[in-house]
């Protein structure tokens, strides 16, 4: 069997490769750690989201027998998202699998998926830090491509609402109010609440650049907070952490960067509940193959392609088709270590 006839094997299927991607070791972000997002595969490219919000007023008063006050019902809104597709190709050529083995070796598959595996987990790291990003879009009420510029969807745009004014924390403030932060953190939980309205949640996550954590926890009213909290934690797990609660708020410095692009800025910080039902949605949709048209979408895809015409090479593909969403996006709010 010459060395990449393998590749026309059932263990170089588009079924077997998928199933070989999913199964890559996934390095989580920390919006992965968090467990924010609820993953279901679609079994279209586009995803339709409806809202049916209630509504809540007080009913003024008439006179006995006068008509009563009509009850209003809002009506149903249904946008419609097309999911993006994120896609990459790897080419392994001849050479590369030339020298694996030995001439009628009977593990000739085994080693050769072996480089196919280790491709296949380089370009699944990948997928990983651009779901991150994407999910810190969402997050951020702005879901924003590769370059950290082109906007894919502006959620506040999409569903028609203005987001709130960017809180200024004024950390840098050498004579600060004192409880100004305590102050700020209850009028971002207040807001929060009233857009939940009656929808319970576990508690309020905050994701804050370097700079904005760091001004944070050697802030006069803060630091006592601060380093009681990590004594605690360090008590109970032997380990600091680089994240604190203050003023019900969980405050988390996010590290993530790629390339040129940050995730987040680092003089700012992102608030937004965790635990509430349906709030942060991932769909994914199927590949654009043949094989997964109207099949429900799995996290990843992969296939291979081989030089039909000199075997010098076998193609690798990898796709992901995710689409993360915040679906009440008012109860976004961010803030900036001093304006």
Known sequence: ???????????????????????????????????????????????????????????????????????HINKRKARSFVVPHVAMEDTIMADEVQNIRSFGSENEIESIQQVVQFRLMEMSNKHDATLE???????????????????IYDLFNEFGVTPYDTIDFDLA??????????????????????????????????YCGSDFFDA??????????????????FLRTGQARKQFEYADIVFEEYRGKVGGVDYTETGMVYFFPVGVPNLFRQYNAPADFVETVNTVGLPRYAKQAIDDEFGRWVKVHTQSNPLPICTRPRVLMKGVKSA
Not at 138 to 145: F, N
Not at 173 to 187: E, M
Request: hydrophobic share 35%; proline share 4%.
């Open 1 to 71: 069997m010459a060395t990449l006839d393998v590749f026309n094997s059932n263990a170089f299927s588009v079924v077997s490769l998928t199933d070989a991607i999913n199964k890559v070791p996934f390095i989580p972000g920390k919006i992965g750690q968090l467990g924010l997002f609820t993953e279901s595969g679609v079994t279209t490219t586009t995803v339709m989201i409806e809202e049916r919000q209630g509504s809540l007023n007080l009913i003024e008063t008439t006179s006995r027998g006068a008509p009563a006050v009509q009850n």
């Open 133 to 151: 990003h994407l999910r810190m879009g969402a997050i951020k009420g702005q879901i924003l491509d590769a370059d950290g510029t082109t906007v």
């Open 173 to 206: 403030n050498a004579t600060p109010v004192k409880g100004s932060v305590k102050r700020a953190c209850h009028g971002i939980t207040r807001s929060i609440q009233d857009e939940l309205g009656a929808q319970t949640y576990d508690h309020i996550h905050a």
């Open 216 to 233: 944070l926890t050697t802030h006069p009213e803060v630091t006592k907070a601060y380093d009681r909290y990590q004594e605690s934690v």
